[in-house]
């Protein structure tokens, strides 16, 4: 598996366009088009940003890529059991059609705690273009899954969403033991 793909794998399952299809795709409610795009708009620069500031950020807190990339893995492993546990993703507050472009479909349905978590392990390991172009696809899948309702399937999303958890539990595993082993 090329780095590319081993990172744009790891950042769908952490983002998981079917969670975010799930979260919102309740019944009765109809997002409109625009106001996913202005989301995934803000997500988008919310990854872009984050990636490419990462290295600045671990600095200015004075932690290493090695240590982040532990602490990433714990993360990302609390979002996967949250999302094989609830088949969804983190947030199933309240979220107003119109006005929730940016809170909560933007934040913290699209920028996800494992997806920022992910994008700033695998940016701050000096994969910056290649995290940052793998974030950008999957918020623009999220966003079509969103559109086109997918979460009108939601026994579909349902598994999709839980078996995305599972994989996000082995990519945690995966970094965290790579963390520890080049401490």
């Known amino acids: 598996m090329t780095d590319f793909m081993r990172i744009a794998a790891t950042l769908f399952v952490a983002i998981s366009p079917a969670a975010a299809a799930v979260a919102a795709g309740r019944p009765g409610l109809h997002i409109p088009p625009r106001s996913v795009m202005a989301a995934a708009g803000v ?3 919310i990854y872009a940003i984050g990636g490419l500031g990462a290295g600045r950020l671990l600095d ?3 932690i290493e890529p090695e240590t982040f990339r532990v602490s990433a893995g714990l993360v990302m492993a609390v979002g ?3 999302a094989i ?5 983190g947030y199933s507050g309240e979220l107003d059609a119109r006005a929730g472009a940016l809170f909560p479909l933007a934040l913290p349905i699209l920028v996800t705690p494992a997806g920022v978590a992910a994008l700033l392990s695998h940016s701050a390991d000096g994969d910056t273009g290649m995290a940052v172009g793998a974030a950008l696809a999957v918020v623009v ?3 079509v899954a969103i559109t086109a309702r997918l979460g009108r399937f ?3 999303a349902d598994a ?3 078996m995305s958890g599972l994989l996000l ?3 945690a595993g995966a970094m965290i033991v790579d963390g520890v082993r080049a401490v």
Request: charged share 10%; aromatic share 12%.
């Open 85 to 89: 546990w609830m088949g969804t993703a």
């Open 60 to 62: 200015a807190i004075d």
């Open 154 to 156: 939601n026994a579909a």
């Open 43 to 45: 997500a988008m620069a």
């Open 160 to 162: 999709i969403t839980r």
């Open 169 to 171: 539990i082995a990519f």
């Open 141 to 143: 899948l999220a966003a």
């Open 80 to 82: 996967g059991a949250f």
